[in-house]
Each structure stands twice: as C-alpha cells, then as structure tokens.
T-cell receptor, first 115, second 113 residues
Framework: DGGITQSPKYLFRKEGQNVTLSCEQN?????MYWYRQDPGQGLRLIYY???????QKGDIAEGYSVSREKKESFPLTVTSAQKNPTAFYLC??????????????FGQGTRLTVV | DQQVKQNSPSLSVQEGRISILNCDYT??????FLWYKKYPAEGPTFLIS?????DKNEDGRFTVFLNKSAKHLSLHIVPSQPGDSAVYFCAASAQTGANNLFFGTGTRLTVIP
C-alpha cells in the first residue's frame, strides 16, 4: 500500500541531544514537508523540499536541519539549538510542489518529548 | 500570531443533525482553503477545499461556505454520522505561497449516536 510513514511515533530525548525524525513515502511524490504542532496552535511549516537535493526553510526553521538525498526520504533533525523541541511533528508529501494539492498526504506524526 | 483560527475546540452533535464547524482567517492574501479530518493515531486527510472565486463547494454530505468579506469559512456536515467523529482542521494558503498551508488549531467533533 502506498503511503507516508513516520517513525518513531513517540520519542524521548535528553536536553542538548540532537535527534532525527524519519519520514518515508512510497507515493512517488516530488514534494515533502515538515510541520510542527504545539498545544493551542495550528501546524507550522519547518522545512519543505520540492525536489531531491533541494530544500527550503519554512516559517520556523531555526534549530532544525533536513536532508533530501532520496526522493522517498526527508529526515528532520532537531538540533540542540532548538529552544523548545517538545512538540508533535508531522511530515507530508504531495505530487507537485504545492501542499495545496488535494492529493497531499500526511504521516501519523511523531511526538517528541525532551526531558 | 495565528492567521487561521478555529475558536471552538470541540463540538458535540446528535447523529442525523447538522454539524457546523467554523474557521476565521486574518490574512486577506489567502485565496485557497481546505478542510482536513484527523482520526486518532492517523495523519490528517484531505476532506474538501474551496477557492476564493467561489462561495460554496459541496461534496456529498460536506459543504464548505466561504465569506470573504468576513474572512470566515464554515464546514457543514449533514446528516452527521458517528463515523464523522474526528478532529477537523481548517487550512489556508495563498497561490503565491503554494508551499505553505496555515492551519487552525482544530475542532474535535463528536457525533452522538
């Protein structure tokens, strides 16, 4: 079955450690996105990538890094520079470079807790 | 600052009745709006959308209304079914910023059998 998979679902890390969240899709989508959700707020865009080996900062990219070495994969690293990393992270993909595409798919999310 | 707001965190409706979920936005550049539905432990899935050139879009039991002057949109579900119980997110974007969706905080709909 085609879809987008995030792992792990829950992640605990100590303060000051970098952590990488996985996002894989087998939908042959060109574009991939990372969003973050905090309590009482909507999803906010961290990074997006429209094509392999290229990515762009979203609204809240500080303290995060990404790579897009393969079309299927768009891992997100939460670095120690991210001041408030505890949040719910959602990955998405779409056919063309537009998240407005109604065929955009979202993963199940990763809940990161930093202690 | 939240550019898309869903002021009702939750809504309960009897099965068979109409559910009305509301969404307000502040950015007048937004010209495309979507509703997503999210079940627990799943990612959001697309439900229905509307372009700013329209004021209504209907798909089966789901209708989205857009009032541009009030910067308000609403999702109507009629008749509501227990399977509609989920969190509904409103999202907005501008054609010029097609790589970013601005999401509301979501409304949890519970349809009571």
């Amino acid at each position: 079955d085609g879809g987008i998979t995030q792992s792990p679902k829950y992640l605990f890390r100590k303060e000051g450690q970098n952590v990488t969240l996985s996002c894989e899709q087998n939908l042959n989508h060109d574009a991939m996105y990372w969003y973050r959700q905090d309590p009482g707020q909507g999803l906010r865009l961290i990074y997006y990538s429209q094509i392999v080996n290229d990515f762009q900062k979203g609204d809240i990219a500080e303290g995060y890094s990404v790579s897009r070495e393969k079309k299927e994969s768009f891992p997100l690293t939460v670095t120690s520079a991210q001041k408030n990393p505890t949040a719910f992270y959602l990955c998405a993909s779409s056919i063309a470079g537009s998240i407005m595409n109604t065929e955009a798919f979202f993963g199940q999310g990763t809940r990161l807790t930093v202690v | 600052d939240q550019q898309v707001k869903q002021n009702s965190p939750s809504l309960s409706v009897q099965e068979g009745r109409i559910s009305i979920l509301n969404c307000d936005y502040t950015n007048s550049m937004f010209d495309y709006f979507l509703w997503y539905k999210k079940y627990p432990a799943e990612g959001p899935t697309f439900l229905i959308s509307i372009s700013s050139i329209k004021d209504k879009n209907e798909d089966g039991r789901f209708t989205v209304f857009l009032n541009k002057s009030a910067k308000h949109l609403s999702l109507h579900i009629v008749p509501s079914q227990p399977g509609d119980s989920a969190v509904y997110f409103c999202a907005a974007s501008a054609q010029t910023g097609a790589n970013n969706l601005f999401f509301g905080t979501g409304t949890r709909l519970t349809v009571i059998p």
